[in-house]
Nanobody, 124 residues
């Protein structure tokens, strides 16, 4: 079955950096669009970044554009999120997710497989 496991969350000061990882197993990783989502306390889950199956196309939410970089290693079945210049408003639980179908990876809708999440806390 599909398994996703995030790691790398931590507590950092504003301006700091973190790299999140997501290890995927149980399916043909290289064929699916992947994404990072986050959920802050009291707020809904929002899409942060997504990457096409081969890693050639990426998309970022406006709130993280220029600061975060999503990438994938299809040989190791790992998804990454490099986060620079972190802000207190980036504090959230971060989740990696797999698209439901073999889609064109043009939307944050339709992601049906989720990891348990990793906590990122940014202090001012």
């Amino acid at each position: 079955q599909v398994q996703l496991e995030e790691s790398g969350g931590d507590s950092v000061e504003a301006g700091g950096s973190l790299t999140l990882s997501c290890a995927a197993s149980g399916y043909a990783y290289h064929t699916y669009c992947m994404a990072w989502f986050r959920q802050a306390p009291g707020k809904g889950r929002e899409g942060v970044a997504r990457v096409s199956s081969a890693g050639r196309r990426t998309y970022y939410a406006d709130s993280v554009k220029g600061r975060f970089t999503i990438s994938r290693d299809n040989a190791k079945n790992i998804l990454y999120l490099q986060m620079n210049n972190l802000k207190p408003e980036d504090t959230a639980m971060y989740y990696c997710a797999r698209d439901s179908f073999l889609s064109a990876c043009t939307t944050f809708s339709g992601f049906a497989y989720w990891g348990p999440g990793t906590q990122v806390t940014v202090s001012s």
